[in-house]
């Protein structure tokens, strides 16, 4: 089978690496592409990289790192690891020039027309790519993953709320250093340390899962209606984040109900035993990172449930995101139209 | 002045240690006996504990370790840092022979009769202390100050719950690894790894504010009716309990209100500025460890209020907790009878 | 082909536990059993081990924990993981009783008639085996494997050693939490802290490397001349031992030829470039874990040369070696005399 | 007595906010100007600087922040904490116009007519002063202080050295985050790792002991005659370098005799016993940090003596190292010219 020529935006960050490894050994895409800023570009991919991983994989160090243009990067599947700022000037110059944009950044996730999308949870909101592509011309598009946090919280989520509306949610998360990139927060603030706030995150909190879990309506997705009270902390872990959350539904829901809800529930989220659990040091790298643990399950006889949630923040939180999704671009979009490459 | 005689039981662990550390500096108090399990009694104080700071104090080191019996390390106030099982066992026989017992113990807290204090919220639970001699039998009695997350918790709440009453609470803690004492927590299971469980925790947080946050009505604490809803986590941090937390009230309560409780509050909680803050780093030492500090305080549009509180697990969690009840005992109920020693 | 009869001692240790993994997928050998102390004998493997790993491997966690006595846990092949005081006692009844002892354990390493193998340094000095049985009437026999510190230290200088003599080395070890055990060091004295001492260590870098490569001669190993001066440290890493090492030669070394010594070396040592590797996070899982990783080599123009070296302590330091050692005992002894199994 | 004014350059650094620590409740000095880059001029301290620290000293916050020009900052003693670019254009002019420089930063440490300065070791080559100001045609002078990591080994070293010339040394670093400032290391490369290059360390620790422990000859200091083998660690540590030390003699120095130097070694510098010390969770603030804390004391049989010594880097290392200087300059400089201000 011929494989899809896939380019990867901002590929020299911690995201980008990740997104860069998993397409390394991917049986459906071939990247043809890296691309970074204009400081990296022109470099041998092994040089312009801080590798943060064991080793690059074979074949990679030698592509020259390209500017972040349709005409340099272009791809029928771009994936974009790109900071905010970069990404909302750039992206939409890939759709416009007919890629199909698989972001990780945060700019365009909550725009009416752009589906924000967990395979796992609302595949069905890719709809709104049509409507997308219609209203802003474009012949590509742009199609979203949430924020590292969110996903975990929105998988460890979904499985009630499908079952339950649930009405209101308090989260606290404990995230990891590599949330914040390389070099992110300095050793000397997180040794040793927490950090109760990351700039920007909570609002994200409060509105993408609500996106995520909202239903697809006429040409567009009604929030779901419950409501996030979030507060988040830093602390110092390398990898995984983890959310402490309260449920309120409008109707009780028991703990042998919730467990049901778990169990019943097909891919991506696990429940695990044992009464110290989930912990980042055992649970984080479940299903190569995509796996979202849930435990502490109980009610709480206050709000409604109690339950912890640990995901990989750079897999399930960002890098296998994007690659998720592009995995359902490529099977549900891209067979509809003429393959650019 | 003289100096009131007081004692120490459990003087090696991490708490003892830290409550000997300030009585060798107390001005009305003078140590006069170190006690421990028989393992160590008979020992040196010096050879028996694994001292965990800079120095011991001067003069502490050559006290010979007693065994935990009122003959041999009894005094007017006794100061206890036992273990729950000890505890039980040993306490009473102090308060049988005439001491007041000052203790970081759990297993009388929640007794009807047995005053859980923080100075700085409910001194005038002491009263329950007449109640407990004449029901006992006792010379003495015991004391209690309360489970060292749950001081940071009560602490945090007081000013908000004494203007408004709250009634309901959601809590997420991260708390230090001192707070499980020594050896406590291995290494290879806290370095770059969250533990979501601590045996014993949630419960206490459960009850312990409601009863501190209580009235005293007819010989008994009548407690808060607030509920509390726990979730407690272990992180890689040496001290310093955060306690991330949401506030639903029976009526809103507006930021500026809830900031107002705060600065007319008196001793013990400080507000602080800066929107990364509290930190464990900067914060767990202010007040010599006795000040709760708190940050993050909003309005979060769903419950409440959201707030995030830290204290100092070991001093006004433990150790800084006993002294202080220490002195209210030595102020308010030695007086009242004839000095033993 | 049929597969090896294999037990492990010591199984529910942090090192057992990796051995029981490596066994568990191993393609020569079977697990017949696995054996632990009094407390643990009797109870499934999974209810008795705090397993520290992601999963249990499929199929372990129904087997029963035996009493470390050859009765119940006797195998032709037997991998000790058991505590100094018990493997000194335990595994000359096994090694009487038949069994090729397989030990990480160090009471028996520097016996004169007790191979201490790395399979990549001196295979060769397993011909010891046969005084070993000789002199102790055994129809079994104990191979040792060495200190996990020692593992690191003798890899990284076997490849210049064989080139040419050294004289003398100065070596610094940054040792891993994981090193200890479980529950090992407390996290209270790790977090964020040095602890320069591990009781006992020394002693073995000092002597077990000279005899990993002493040579052969009649009926013993005459041990490598060279000497070597230890200071150990205990760090805030979770796994992989560090060893900044000086080499001094009799006759000077140059950089390149201590590269070509070790380009020219065939398995377990490896050199990674760039300027600021080895490092734990990325370097210590090569070869899965079997790999030492050599960096920072430079003649020093003072006493030779300089080098860091880096290897998983659980696993090139003790449950990667004891099977390896099993390997090569399975391959060059029990061929020549009959299976038990 | 009147307070010497003095200003800090590099004000709001992780070094200089020591430095302002230390001056803003100094009983001889009175800090009259704090000065940064362009970046912070202009604005208030408080605004201008992320404190690392519990609070900002009194009286400091609200200082306008200079540009780094002697019209703007000058004084008679001024205190550097700049970057070693910055500092090698901008603390001459200071010189030049008059100042004393008494810098923590490397441009000049070697240079021949620079003072190098532990005032507890080499007090007397302030003498190079003259020298400078002679042939530089300054009215002012610079003084340098060592890198923080020398200053520990040349502590370490100087009792020794001064009782039997030391021939050779052999050095293994473990270097806390906040010796590379602020941002300094990420987090994600620190947390739980250990990384064995610092770009430029090695060679200052090859040569500032040497210059410190020399001679002050005709005009001119002449280098202790022996020779270093450095390497450096960086480990997740917050504070404290730490240094494990092979010192080898012309002649053999014993272990009492060692012993019997530093405790004949006057400030500065003291033993601790302890089979597990120094650490820097217990030892590195000894002295307000000014102590470095030697341990782990004994001959090797190989190459001499064996040591492990431990100062706070930011202290000893760097801004009390630079107000040390700052005092002796002041008590032997300033006391022979009119003072400016």
Redesign the interface.
Known sequence: MTRIPVSVLGATG?VGQRIVRRLARHPRFELVAVAASERSAGKRYADAVHW???DLPEGVGDLIVQPCTPDAAGAPIVLSALDATTAREVEPAFARAGSLVVTNASPFRMEEDVPLIIPEINADHLALLDLQRERRGWEGGIVANPNCATAVIALALAPLHRHRPIR???V?T?QA??G?G????????????????I?GEEEKIRTEPRKLLGTLGLGRVIAAPF???P?V?R????H?H?A?I?VEFGETLKTHEALECYRGWEGAVELVDG?????????V??GEGMTVTV??LRE????GL?L?ALGHNLERGAAGAAVANAELVAARVLGRRELVA
Do not use: Y
């Open positions: 911690v943060l991983e064991e209101r949610v308090a606290t404990l250093a590599s914040a390389h070099p992110g927060v300095a050793s000397l603030d997180l040794l040793g340390n927490v950090i109760p706030h700039a409501k996030v009270s507060q902390t602390i110092p872990v390398a995984g983890m402490s309260t009464p110290a659990r989930p912990q980042p040091r055992r649970d790298d479940r435990g502490q709480d006889g206050v709000f109690r912890v």
